[in-house]
Nanobody
Framework: QVQLVESGGGLVQAGGSLTLSCVLP????????MGWFRQGPGKEREFVAA????????YYADSVKGRFTISRDSAKNTVYLQMNSLKPEDTAVYYC???????????????????WGQGTQVTVSS
């Protein structure tokens, strides 16, 4: 069973920043398309950001565009989600996801991803 490992969540005031990290132990992330999703209190899980390197196209939910950035450090085999200007509505459990299959896909679709992490809680206070 392949398991992603997220970290970096916590409590932050509105307007603050957090950086989430995602590692896929024993695997090279360069072979995967990566995505971030989140699930807020009483809500369904929703798409946040995605990218398949080395492609230049990056996908973001409208609600986070301009505030969140997905990136990768190949040397550390880690994918990041930099979150700036956080709002109380960003409060959620954030999940990292990886897709191992080649070919075209819908980066916003949960069903497109093969592996998931356990999630990390992000709480933004007003």
């Amino acid at each position: 069973q392949v398991q992603l490992v997220e970290s970096g969540g916590g409590l932050v005031q509105a307007g603050g920043s957090l950086t989430l990290s995602c590692v896929l132990p024993g695997r090279t992330l360069g072979n995967y398309a990566m995505g971030w999703f989140r699930q807020g209190p009483g809500k369904e899980r929703e798409f946040v950001a995605a990218k398949r390197w080395p492609a230049t196209v990056t996908y973001y939910a409208d609600s986070v565009k301009g505030r969140f950035t997905i990136s990768r450090d190949s040397a550390k085999n880690t994918v990041y989600l930099q979150m700036n200007s956080l709002k109380p509505e960003d409060t959620a459990v954030y999940y990292c996801a990886a897709r191992s299959r080649a070919g075209s896909y819908n980066p916003r679709g949960e069903y497109e991803y093969d592996y998931w992490g356990q999630g990390t809680q992000v709480t933004v206070s007003s």
